[in-house]
């Protein structure tokens, strides 16, 4: 076994994506190659800046590429970590372990679907890289932000790729509708893989059970130890059963978990 | 200069170093086990087990707080047949003490779960959860009365054999000195304190509790004033080892605890904040002895001036 | 949107915003005057006084802990007699509401401190300290027994005319809601919760605990989701307003102590982060409820949906 | 009353001190201009980075200069706290509250001796800066690290000045003996002022005591406010009562606190 799998890391990079102004809410983080012997996309890491004992929890992040220049990583700053995150400069080390959870299916032979809504995208990037055969692939992606903040343009060219732009009312329908046109495309003897926020997530579980569509989705449950020990993670599965996301996830197959909210007892 | 004596005697029980992982932050050691190796801990404590299956509370569980944590898990588990039968056999229990960690709504419940786990080879220690303040039933309500926790623990130690006792004391109580001479009355062979406390955290927008169960436990950092004051106080009330527990994150914390008379502790939170804080600990601790001109933990444990 | 409406109405006392600073972490509010208006505050409560004068705990008294502190001042104060006679005339109390919080070792003192205290148009009300983790006669024994509590309520009430009488709250207990009950039964117009928690830190390399009291009073951030438990609970249990206490330093924090039941709130700890952060509030409190389309506390009070 | 006495304000240099290596324990903090109308040679501030929630207060600092370039403050890093602020760049915005507590007697005419140990020198600088008579100034300067750390090199040329350099067993006492020397010196018509390690400090108030000459002594304290409400600072005065040393000190004339350490009750 590899006892080495939490590291610390230097950074390489830590930029803003997409925009000059210094409110930057999207970056991109590199991070010094981990040595990993093995990763899919899908799987994720957990991060932790020496940022003290005030932010107890290391913050989750999907690997968004990995190769030997380094571990890449693409976050939204949204919170306290994040905020904290983005001041990280290059040199700095900062804790690591991964990678974790199960990841999305590859199927060279199969047409694939790759849906995702906002930040979603990042791990269909590393995703397309690794894919054998990207021209069998379809990316729908719905975003609110400007285009150029997403790594949208990192996606190998054989990739068929659409983006839509969430800027009036309405937009998301148009959206959802495309989404549904291609779950339904892909529903005979595809491949739908779904990462985003989560009533985007079950918007796609619904369309793919109606469809009998085989899809994936990616959950992003709030993490405390990313490794399946403080139960803090779960979700009930298709018998009820409540089970970790970051390690029986967070890639699921859409009718394996129960994205319904659980009423407060 | 030597290489200090980490060892920690116990009733029953010798520790190879005084890092054991607290009882729901380890899991149960195998999900660890890529961060380090198991053996080279004195021991971890099992995730709290109950006779039955549990779900434990819904969603959401956890929530982040200043310099801690707040979790209401519910005792979510597979029950202590299914321990027995899928967990204890991939354990390195040969090499270090997995003490595992009991969960019941009534005293018979206890012994009934004392009598299955007692009777295992794997497991070296029973730690009794009377200060649960995540379940409806049970839970704190034992640690927080005398009597009962007295009950309690009596109906473990009998059903216990050789295997020794550890009663695991809540600090949501006016005078945890009275729990801990409960416990020790009613044959305890060691206690633990501290289990969280209880506490709760909102969610502004949406007007809601950060936890479905509403209350939680809350750990880390933060807590460890209350930690050490509370093994201060069990440590001058009862004449039995104690384990400390709470907030404890590095070497420095370690050792602060002995010095207040801690045999041994148990890392929590930590877990969470780097998979392999537990692991590097041992030698992290040694180190500091070292520079501290300290041979052994028994030269250090209870010296505080006070 | 008009102004955002800060005003709370309690029992024979309107504030013109809920930011009271807590006992012992403001003065006498004089040594903060020079950094904000302290008109412009809800109100202030003074240092704990008592009959008379008190030097207090040796050094040292105040030791750092993870998001949080220890105190244990020990009620050091120059005596109620000096303090209405050199403080008051200097507190701007046509204002803002200026509480006096008292502290004694019998019911029959306190009564005393009442009687002196209830007479000055000065006082606008009076917060009986029943809660002090850091002395050894009285203070948290008081808070610890529902019967006690409920007989220092009774003495104060009965000696302080139409006074309002808030009775301070110990989280130090199994139980608050039974000593909320004491109190609200023997004729407390209000509930302040949380005083500090008993805690303890120590210094590994001279061996000594870092107050010379060895025990302490834990205040700070750490400290907010036990201190809204509380407030939860009191809530619950009891039909008086409650001022919630505890590790609240920002605008939003104010607001989730408002939404758990609160209605105003002291701020402790957080006066030593910036010494203008009380002032700061007000102002603060009132950008976030525009933000988050709240017209007045009354409309976010107790709607925690839980 | 200037009600704008906490101000946060921009670093404009934070730097090592007389070393290169990043390891460096000495720093020169140097804030912009806080507009105050006046101060004291002796008078601390209050000093905190956005550092979050974990370190609780503020730290204290003596001012050691503080004019129209800046307000300048001279640091060792000892612990959690100094190491933050170490790490803290020109640009941040730091709180500061001040100037604080009182400061050191300046009498024109009279021979002023001035007792300093270590990083005690610090409020000396400014002292000597602001002083009407440079001339009357002697230094006496104890020190355990070479002397380029400090800011010795600052004091103005009419400056008297001597360092003592510890580092051998043996330089303490012939620095205390001429420290001695120079108090019965100044005892008959003279001023002594100190500032360093309260061992040091004791020693320096037995001396006043044994040879009668007028003392002051600026006290390190512990502080949590910084301004005389959490009475976590206090020292017993002469009479034995227990007062705040941010307001009624830090510095106190030498025989009106007790030094010796209180008992644990
Ligand atoms: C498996 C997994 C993969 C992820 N991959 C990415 C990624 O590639 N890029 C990226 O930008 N983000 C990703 N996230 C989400 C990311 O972990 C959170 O945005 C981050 O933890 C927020 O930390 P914070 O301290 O800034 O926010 P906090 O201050 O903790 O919270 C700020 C806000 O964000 C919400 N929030 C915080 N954590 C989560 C969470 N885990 N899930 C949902 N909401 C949350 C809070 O409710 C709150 O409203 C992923 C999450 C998971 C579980
Ligand atoms: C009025 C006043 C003026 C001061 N002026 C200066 C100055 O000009 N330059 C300078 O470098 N330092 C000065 N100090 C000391 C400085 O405040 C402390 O070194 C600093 O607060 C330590 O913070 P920390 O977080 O790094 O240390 P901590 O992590 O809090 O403590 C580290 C070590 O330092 C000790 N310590 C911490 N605070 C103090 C304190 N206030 N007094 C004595 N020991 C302490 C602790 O016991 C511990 O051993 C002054 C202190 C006071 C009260
Ligand atoms: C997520 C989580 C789950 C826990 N589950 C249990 C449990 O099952 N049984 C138990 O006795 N204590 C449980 N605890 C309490 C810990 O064992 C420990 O007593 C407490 O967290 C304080 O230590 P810490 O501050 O180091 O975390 C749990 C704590 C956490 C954070
Ligand atoms: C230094 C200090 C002194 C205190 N003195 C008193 C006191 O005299 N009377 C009292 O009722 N509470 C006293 N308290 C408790 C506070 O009023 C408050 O209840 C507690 O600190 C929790 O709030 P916080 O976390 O905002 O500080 C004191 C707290 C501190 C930190
Ligand atoms: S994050 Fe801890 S179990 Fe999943
Ligand atoms: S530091 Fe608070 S009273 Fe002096």
């Known amino acids: 076994m590899d006892r080495q799998r939490c590291r610390t890391l230097k950074v390489l990079e830590n930029r803003p994506v997409g925009q ?78 991964g990678p974790l959870g199960r990841g999305f299916a590859v199927e060279e032979d199969t047409p694939t679907l790759l849906l995702a809504g906002g930040i979603g995208v990042a791990p269909f990037v590393g995703y397309a890289l690794a894919h054998p055969a990207p021209e069998k692939l379809h990316l729908v992606f719905g975003h609110r932000e400007p285009l150029a903040r997403y790594p949208f343009a990192a996606f190998p060219a054989p990739v068929a790729k659409e983006n839509w732009h969430e800027q009036n009312p309405g937009d998301l329908q148009s959206f959802l509708a495309r989404v549904r046109e291609q779950v339904a495309a892909h529903a005979a003897s595809g491949l739908v893989l779904a990462c985003g926020p989560l009533p985007f997530l079950r918007a796609v579980q619904a369309m793919a059970r109606d469809t009998g569509a085989r899809a994936q989705i990616s959950l992003e449950n709030r993490m405390a130890c990313g490794v399946g020990a403080c139960l803090g993670c779960v979700t009930p599965d298709a018998d009820g059963h409540r089970v970790q996301v970051c390690t029986h996830g967070p890639v699921f197959w859409s009718d394996a978990v129960n994205l319904d909210p659980e009423k407060p007892s | 200069m030597s290489a200090p004596d980490l060892s920690v005697r116990l009733p029953g029980l010798t520790l190879k170093n005084p890092v054991l992982t607290a009882s729901g932050t380890f899991g149960y050691g195998l999900e660890f086990s890529v961060y380090g190796d198991l053996a080279s801990l004195g021991g971890f404590v099992l995730k709290g087990m109950s006779l039955a299956p549990r779900e434990g509370n819904p969603m959401p569980r956890v929530a982040e707080t200043a310099c801690g944590m707040l979790n209401a898990v519910g005792l979510q588990n597979v029950g202590a047949e299914a321990v027995i039968r899928e967990k204890l056999p991939r354990l390195p229990w040969r090499e270090t003490a997995v003490v595992a960690n009991l969960y019941a709504t009534s005293a018979d419940e206890f012994g009934e779960l004392a009598v299955l786990l007692a009777a295992r080879p794997e497991i070296a220690a029973l730690e009794v959860n009377i200060s649960c303040p995540n379940v409806r039933h049970g839970g704190a309500a034992f640690g927080q009365d005398p009597e009962q926790a007295g009950l309690v623990t009596r109906a473990v130690k009998d059903r216990a054999g050789k295997t020794p006792v550890i009663v695991k004391l809540s600090p949501n109580v006016t005078d945890i000195a009275a729990i801990a001479r409960a416990a020790a009355d009613n044959g305890a062979d060691m206690l633990s304190c501290i289990n969280t406390l209880t506490g709760m955290a909102v969610d502004l927008e949406r007007r809601t509790p950060r936890l479905a169960n509403v209350f939680g436990g809350l750990s880390g950092p933060a807590i460890k004033p209350v930690a050490l004051r509370c093994v201060h106080q069990v440590r001058r009330a009862v004449d039995l080892p104690v384990i400390g527990v709470g907030g404890i994150a590095c070497a420095r914390d370690v050792l602060e605890f002995i010095l207040v008379g801690a045999h041994a502790v148990q890392i929590g939170t930590a877990n969470f904040t780097r998979p392999d804080t537990a692991f590097r600990l041992p030698g992290e601790i040694a180190a500091l002895m070292d520079k501290l001109g300290i041979q052994s933990l028994d030269e250090l444990r209870g010296t505080l001036k006070a």
């Open chain 1, 20 to 97: 000059s102004e210094p409110a930057s809410r999207f970056f991109e983080l590199v991070l010094e190659w981990p040595g990993w012997s093995r990763w899919t996309p899908g799987q994720f890491v957990m991060v932790r800046p020496d940022w003290g004992a005030e932010l107890t929890w290391a913050r989750p992040f999907s690997i968004c590429r990995a190769d030997e220049r380094g571990l890449v990583v693409f976050y939204q700053v949204v919170g306290r970590g994040t905020e904290r995150l983005a001041r990280v400069a290059p040199g700095e080390e900062i804790a690591v372990w």
